[in-house]
């Protein structure tokens, strides 16, 4: 039995990949998307960037929660050249992210931090995403599909932009937007379960 059954779990985002990825672990939870400043901080590396953006939003959602509610709540960037690539403001934005993801690897990081009343821990999925060179007029055509509008780095691994995909290191469900297997470890040491010690911090 995993030892956060029995509590009141709260997923900090309006993602629907994230709702379905969490359900693979927690069966019920709470949707209550956090509102905060997501501007970056100049002076941080792209993964502390991510990760102070995660942590923002849990403790923004651990305010409003019950004193014995676990909070969840992650954030996604893309990074190519150490240039942080984050939703698309417009679809000629969207082409521009995706001419510069053309033909080469970048890295996807992902940033979970789950939060009790009295606890705390964050962690950061990197994997890095290989591009094939798009086609003349490719870019455009996806980015007019609208499915690249709501996703960092305007593509999603788990729909049409797998497409462009040649290769992967890491993980897939960090790319979706979820890490589930470092998200259950982060679970499983907040809530003092058995295999605590395989939370690298």
């Excluded at 984050?86 to 053309?102: E, I």
């Excluded at 931090?113 to 094939?132: G, H, I, Y």
């Excluded at 609208?146 to 897939?172: C, H, R, T, V, W």
């Excluded at 589930?180 to 003092?192: A, F, K, Q, R, T």
Aim: charged share 25%.
């Amino acid at each position: 039995m995993l030892p956060f059954r029995h509590r009141p779990v709260i997923l900090a985002s309006q993602s629907p990949r994230r709702r379905e990825l969490l359900a693979r672990i927690v069966p019920q939870f709470t949707v209550s998307p956090a509102d905060v400043d997501e501007s970056l901080s100049p002076g941080c590396t792209p993964k502390e960037n991510v990760k102070q953006l995660a942590q923002r939003k849990a403790r923004a959602a651990a305010e409003q929660a019950d004193g014995d509610a676990l909070v969840i709540a992650a954030d996604t960037i893309v990074v190519c050249d150490d240039i942080i690539l984050g939703k698309p403001a417009d679809q000629a934005d969207a082409v521009r992210m995706l001419r510069m993801l053309s033909g080469r690897t970048h890295q996807v990081m992902t940033a979970v931090c789950v939060k009790t009343a009295d606890r705390e821990l964050a962690d950061v999925s990197v994997t890095d995403v290989t591009f094939r060179a798009l086609r003349d007029g490719e870019a455009e055509a996806y980015a007019a599909s609208g499915e690249p509008m709501d996703k960092a780095g305007a593509y999603g691994i788990q729909g049409q932009g797998s497409l462009f995909i040649s290769g992967i290191n890491g993980d897939y469900y960090g790319v979706m937007g979820l890490p589930v297997c470092m998200l259950h470890d982060m679970l499983w040491e907040i809530c003092g379960g058995k295999n605590a010690e395989t939370q690298k911090g």
